[in-house]
């Protein structure tokens, strides 16, 4: 998201970007820190949402008309579907492509970009259609389940539980996709708002620092090979 | 899934812990999994068929996983669409494999997505790995020339392997090399993607020469 060198003068003067910025793995900063810069660039947030309305919204719930959240919606009760596999959603995609061209004739003529944005709903229902994560969440990065979230699980809501469940020794964001069978976007974003809410821990990996390894951890992995 | 989940060991071979300098200082002694396990990667690619799944299951401590990512548009003019004119996405999929190196070290191994249009992809996989091995079958060798150029566009160190189907190899690794034209500070090594010994002499020559490609990089600066 960042590169390394340039957090240090933009952390003076924080702007939204840097605000959003500040969900990256590498940062590890406590949460109490990140709610101080966000409160304090309120102003510039608001100015900023504006100008600029946010892009994943977009694909969510598409702005104008009622109709595309009418289709929205009638989808809803597929989306739990999704977890059970890649064919789930597959076929939910074709029925949804059927009903999106006749739900638009109904009304009033939409902007011709608008339909494209039910199609990615459907396999991103589990993330109300959110498809970027405010954290940094690479393939190979590791999350565990947090003792706060080990307390909180009765409490979780269903799919921050399986997550939770299965978490409960470090997983990387791949595994967590490909045991619960969900896209790996999904997956992301699910991560990133249970790591808000602190009920996962995200681990460093060997890029964290950067975006190339460094020596200490090659050779780390090195003598682990040689010892396999 | 709970046989996949339980299949996992607990923690690495007993070592000793980890050097100073690699843990994170933690604020305070916390039950359950330590969050300074740490992960690293490294990419498996190769043509179609060469055998990057079977390389990742031979040294893997859990059968290859399979993880998927929804495409988009990327698509257009290669999937028949003609059915369903309105679908815009499908899906994409890629194996991978963990090894616990270390009580707090896991390494993940992820083979590349076999058709070449899912570059996408590449760019998040390449993202922080240590290196990556381009298997390369001697029999179509034209396969891999896309990885190859991909990870020397991006300055990724790669290492080549030969992997022997038949367990013999057909040709000289230089006349390979020649053929290929590969650079000679790029190792080829003969591989047999089924045997773990071969797999993890094969990985253990890339990230040497990772390790080599960061230090003379370093001096470089």
Not at chain 1, 202 to 225: C, K
Not at chain 2, 9 to 28: D, L, Y
Not at chain 2, 163 to 184: C, K, L, T, W, Y
Not at chain 2, 197 to 216: F, G, N
């Amino acid at each position: 998201m960042t590169s390394g060198p340039d957090d240090a003068p933009r952390q003076q003067e924080p702007t939204f970007a840097d605000v959003m910025n500040g969900f990256s793995l590498d940062s590890g900063r406590p949460r109490k820190r990140r709610r101080w810069g966000r409160r304090r660039d309120e102003e510039a947030e608001r100015q900023e949402a504006v100008q600029a309305p946010p892009p994943p919204a977009h694909s969510a719930t598409p702005p104008p008309g009622p109709v595309p959240n009418e289709v929205a919606y009638s989808q809803g009760p597929q989306g739990p579907q999704g977890p059970q596999g890649d064919a789930g959603f597959a076929g939910s995609g074709y029925g949804g492509y059927q009903t999106g061209p006749i739900e638009p004739i109904r009304d009033e003529p939409l902007p011709p970009a608008v339909p494209t944005g039910a199609s990615a709903v459907r396999p991103y229902a589990w993330t109300r259609g959110r498809t970027k994560s405010g954290f940094d969440l690479a393939i190979e990065t590791l999350v565990s389940t947090s003792p706060q979230g080990r307390e909180q699980l009765a409490l979780l809501q269903m799919e921050h539980r399986s997550v939770a469940d299965l978490c409960d020794q470090p997983r990387s964001v791949a595994e967590v996709a490909a045991l619960l069978s969900i896209p790996l976007g999904v997956a992301r974003v699910l991560l990133g708002d249970m790591a808000g809410l602190g009920v996962v821990t995200v681990h460093q990996t060997a890029s964290s620092t950067g975006n190339e390894p460094d020596l200490a951890l090659m050779e780390r992995v090195l003598s682990g090979l040689r010892r396999l | 899934m709970d046989s996949v989940g339980s299949s996992y060991p607990v923690g690495g071979p007993p070592v000793a812990p980890a050097p100073p300098n690699m843990s994170r200082p933690s604020p305070a002694p916390r039950p359950g999994p330590s969050p300074t396990t740490i992960s690293a990667k490294i990419v498996v690619a190769g043509g179609f068929g060469v055998g990057k799944t079977t390389f990742v299951g031979s040294v893997s401590e859990i059968d290859p996983l399979t993880t998927e990512a929804v495409m988009t548009e990327a698509s257009a003019g290669h999937d028949d669409l003609s059915a369903t004119p309105n679908k815009q996405t499908t899906t994409v999929a890629m194996d991978f494999g963990r090894v616990s190196l270390d009580s707090d070290l896991i390494l993940y191994l992820f083979g590349t997505p076999g058709q070449h249009r899912f570059w996408f992809m590449w760019d998040d996989l390449v993202r922080g790995a240590i290196g990556a091995v381009v298997l390369v079958d001697t029999r179509r060798l034209a396969d891999c020339f896309s990885a190859i150029d991909f990870f020397e566009d991006r300055g990724l160190p790669y290492v080549v392997g030969l992997n022997a189907f038949d367990g013999q190899q057909a040709h000289r690794i230089e006349d390979v090399r020649e053929a290929m034209s590969i650079d000679p500070s790029i190792p080829i090594v003969m591989c047999d993607a089924r045997n773990r010994e071969s797999t993890k002499q094969t990985l253990i020559a890339l990230v040497q020469h990772a390790m080599a490609a960061r230090m003379a990089a370093g001096a470089r600066r």
